[in-house]
């Protein structure tokens, strides 16, 4: 079973009562590695599998779900599913893409560390905000009454065309 499927079959075997305890680990080592990440952002994220996993000192399901989540925030995804314990890793993070996701994923404790402070800036942490606060604001285009003109063309009624 490869790494991704180990983490896919984590992931879908939660239950009520191990969840807590699996939330609590995988946030602990988000935290962990999120916090050196940012902290080192002027500096290359590279290694393999196996190296990163024994430098963070997390368990390495966990470490490829890590990898999963920052997939879409990288300049180059990596390919989860062909990744080994011997594969390299070589992130190029779009901080503000990861900023923007971390908003999308509800990761409270992740978007509000303290590192984030020499990457964007207190503006660009709002204008991030706002766009995604944008995003998930829905337009609902009024609905014709019986009596408007249809929206066809034909010049009749709604009610009498397509209503």
Not at 120 to 126: P, S, T, V, W
Not at 130 to 138: E, L, P, Q
């Given at each position: 079973m490869s790494l991704y499927e180990k983490w896919q079959n984590l992931i879908d075997n939660q239950s009520e009562s191990n969840f807590e305890k699996f939330w609590d680990e995988y946030s602990?080592?988000?935290i962990k590695i999120y916090s050196d990440l940012l902290a080192n952002y002027d500096k290359k994220f590279s290694g393999t599998f196996s190296e990163l996993v024994a430098k963070y000192g997390v368990d390495e399901t966990l470490f490829m779900g890590f990898l999963d989540g920052i997939n879409s925030s990288l300049k180059k995804p990596l390919?989860?599913?062909?990744?080994d314990a011997d594969s390299s890793i070589d992130l190029a993070v779009d901080f503000e893409k990861l900023y923007f996701n971390?908003?999308?994923?509800?990761?409270?404790?992740?978007?509000?560390?303290?590192e984030w402070d020499t990457i964007?800036?207190?503006?660009?942490?709002?204008a991030i905000t706002?766009?995604?606060?944008?995003?998930?604001?829905?337009v609902k285009e009024k609905t014709p009454g019986r009596n408007d003109a249809c929206s066809c063309?034909?010049?009749k009624k709604f009610k009498k065309c397509c209503g």
């Open positions: 602990a080592a988000e390919k989860p599913e062909k990744i971390m908003l999308t994923a509800d990761a409270e404790h992740l978007y509000t560390l303290d964007l800036d207190d503006g660009k942490r709002e706002k766009d995604y606060k944008k995003s998930k604001t829905i063309g034909s010049g």
